[in-house]
Nanobody
């Protein structure tokens, strides 16, 4: 059983950084041809692809958020992280970490495993 669990502060002040960690159990983030992805869903809106890191550490980001986004990993902890800097109220969303046979950039159907999601509110 593969389980992904998001964690991190649920309340972020404007201009600060959304910082989230995805802890993976039941699989290794270095498993060949597996990709590890961040998705978010603002209230009342659809799912938005943020970026991904591959099994070998390659990274790809949404062009609209690239300047503010950093995805990293810690293979010793089997975790990967999201940092979204200069947060604003429009960044309020449920954030999901996901895994799949692709990054999901061409379609979220490539993502076969999802975390439960965690709500991050950006507000003063």
């Amino acid at each position: 059983q593969v389980v992904l669990q998001e964690s991190g502060p649920g309340l972020v002040k404007p201009s600060q950084t959304v910082s989230l960690t995805c802890t993976v159990t039941g699989d290794s983030i270095t498993t060949r041809s597996r990709y590890w992805t961040w998705i978010r869903q603002p209230p009342g809106k659809g799912l938005e692809w943020l970026g991904a890191i591959s099994y070998d550490g390659d990274r790809k980001y949404s062009p609209s958020l690239k300047s503010r986004t950093a995805i990293s990993r810690d293979t010793s902890k089997n975790q990967f992280t999201l940092q979204l800097s200069s947060a604003a109220p429009d960044d309020t969303a449920v954030y999901f970490c996901c895994a799949g046979a692709g990054t999901g950039v061409l379609g979220l159907s490539a993502l076969d495993t999802w975390g439960q999601g965690t709500l991050v509110t950006v507000s003063s």
